[in-house]
């Protein structure tokens, strides 16, 4: 499976961005999902997952109410919908594909592919 992230960008303080995580590959429906995020100098930071089918999401405390993920089966796209941005989003967002029967994967460590990383970067 490979993984293209992309719709990052620059937005002001209480904008929205939607990224988009496009696979290529055979059975990405039988992946899971997450993204995460990383700022210089710190630990990658979980976002948000989505199961394989798409009914079941997690979202970090630090986004919830804000983003929301979804992902579009026909497509092999997952996105994240982001509204109502902080500096503190700040970051590059990596997309990640887990094989994996649970509902959703917060370690990084288990992810099996990764995107390349879409910078975002949100002005106060």
């Known amino acids: 499976v490979q993984l293209q992230a992309s719709g990052g960008g620059l937005v002001q303080a209480g904008g929205s961005l939607r990224l988009s995580c496009a696979a290529s590959?055979?059975?990405?429906?039988?992946?899971?999902v997450g993204w995460f995020r990383q700022v210089p100098g710190k630990e990658r930071e979980f976002v948000a997952a989505?199961?394989?089918?798409?009914?079941?999401?997690l979202h970090a405390d630090s986004v919830k109410g804000r983003f929301t993920i979804s992902r579009d089966i026909a497509k092999s796209t997952v996105y994240l919908q982001m509204n109502s941005l902080k500096p503190e989003d700040t970051a590059v967002y990596y997309c990640?594909?887990?094989?994996?029967?649970?509902?959703?994967?917060?370690?990084?460590?288990?992810?099996?592919?990764w995107g390349q990383g879409t910078q975002v970067t949100v002005s106060s």
């Open positions: 990640a594909a887990v094989r994996t029967s649970t509902a959703w994967v917060v370690a990084d460590n288990l992810y099996d592919f």
């Open positions: 989505i199961s394989r089918s798409g009914t079941v999401t």
């Open positions: 590959g055979r059975l990405f429906s039988a992946y899971g």
